[in-house]
T-cell receptor, first 115, second 115 residues
Framework: DAGVTQSPTHLIKTRGQHVTLRCSPI?????VSWYQQVLGQGPQFIFQ???????GRGNFPDRFSARQFPNYSSELNVNALLLGDSALYLC??????????????FGAGTRLSVL | AQSVAQPEDQVNVAEGNPLTVKCTYS??????LFWYVQYPNRGLQFLLK??????LVKGSYGFEAEFNKSQTSFHLKKPSALVSDSALYFC?????????????FGTGTKLQVIP
């Protein structure tokens, strides 16, 4: 069975540009969460979507947005990129909507470099 | 607000020796605690979790963790370290509450097992 897949694996952008990251959850999983992992830090929660609705949002500016499609895949969009947005962006899927108790299955991430 | 502290940036242990990776947490209400492992250029992989019940939790690859409510700790342990255990380890916490709860990760501890 395929795990969580993310695309692209690497991305280089310049300041002010826009980026779209994509994630396909494990088959049957309806919850997708996005995390930002800056080098040397733990993952920081950005969004959770469950059944195509936003269920949680972390402390990130409005430049960050996301959506979930009918097939439960998801996109993370970041506008007006800043140098500080350079990070590994992780997508995680879960079989249940609540994150509190449930195991999350992570993709390998998209490495975004903003120059 | 909930938080996780991993006081050691790096832990070095000789192959065959027991290992401990420390984690303390702060949360309102009953905690749900997780350990994840991250290998280079990979996403996080679930090792084990504590929700309720027995304070000693056994997980994947021979790892276990002990929940200590009075010390608000959830240290990861393994009786005999392998070189292949070398990786980045993250402790995470969430809690039961209204709605959908996010998971907060620590900053990670790099485990180096020396042959």
């Amino acid at each position: 069975d395929a795990g969580v897949t993310q695309s692209p694996t690497h991305l280089i952008k310049t300041r002010g540009q826009h980026v779209t990251l994509r994630c396909s959850p494990i088959s049957g999983h309806k919850s997708v969460s996005w995390y930002q992992q800056v080098l040397g830090q733990g993952p920081q929660f950005i969004f959770q979507y469950y059944e195509k609705e936003e269920r949680g949002r972390g402390n990130f500016p409005d430049r960050f947005s996301a959506r979930q499609f009918p097939n439960y895949s998801s996109e993370l969009n970041v506008n007006a990129l800043l140098l500080g947005d350079s990070a590994l962006y992780l997508c995680a899927s879960s079989s249940q909507g609540g994150l509190a108790k449930n195991i999350q299955y992570f993709g390998a991430g998209t490495r975004l470099s903003v120059l | 607000a909930q938080s996780v502290a991993q006081p050691e940036d790096q832990v070095n242990v000789a192959e065959g020796n027991p290992l401990t990776v420390k984690c303390t947490y702060s949360v309102s209400g009953n905690p749900y605690l997780f350990w994840y492992v991250q290998y280079p250029n990979r996403g996080l992989q679930f090792l084990l979790k504590y929700i309720t019940g027995d304070n000693l939790v056994k997980g994947s690859y021979g790892f276990e963790a002990e929940f200590n409510k009075s010390q608000t700790s959830f240290h990861l342990k393994k009786p005999s370290a392998l070189v292949s255990d070398s990786a980045l380890y993250f402790c995470a916490v969430s809690s039961q509450g209204g709605g959908y709860q996010k998971v907060t990760f620590g900053t990670g501890t790099k485990l180096q097992v020396i042959p």
